[in-house]
């Protein structure tokens, strides 16, 4: 079955920076594209950043400049690289991909920037 395992999350000040990590397994991960979004308390789900298969990337207006995405299909793996943290950026972050016509997520991991 697809599975999609998010690791990295954590407590960082404003200003700083942290990488998380989605491991994929059931999919054939090259063909896939992935997708990061987050959501805060008491807010909806929203879009972070996504990734093709070709390694075509896109990102929401308010981490655009500060977040990267990239994928090592050799580690069936997407990452999702923060700088300058701020305050507004705490929430779960969840990794999603697409397969046999059905959204996958991952079970989210917790960010928190105190300021």
């Not at 994929?24 to 950043?49: C, D, H, L, T």
């Not at 999603?96 to 959204?103: F, M, R």
Request: proline share 2%; glycine share 14%; hydrophobic share 30%.
């Amino acid at each position: 079955q697809v599975q999609l395992v998010e690791s990295g999350g954590g407590l960082v000040q404003a200003g700083g920076s942290l990488s998380l990590s989605c491991a994929a397994s059931g999919i054939i991960f090259s063909s896939n594209g992935m997708a990061w979004y987050r959501q805060a308390p008491g807010k909806q789900r929203e879009f972070v950043a996504t990734i093709t298969r070709g390694g075509t990337t896109g990102y929401a207006n308010s981490v655009k400049g500060r977040f990267t995405i990239h994928r090592d299909n050799a580690k069936n793996t997407v990452y999702l690289q923060m700088n300058s943290l701020k305050p507004e950026d705490t929430a779960v972050y969840y990794c999603k991909t697409a397969w046999g016509g059905d959204d996958y997520w991952g079970q989210g991991t917790q960010v928190t920037v105190s300021s």
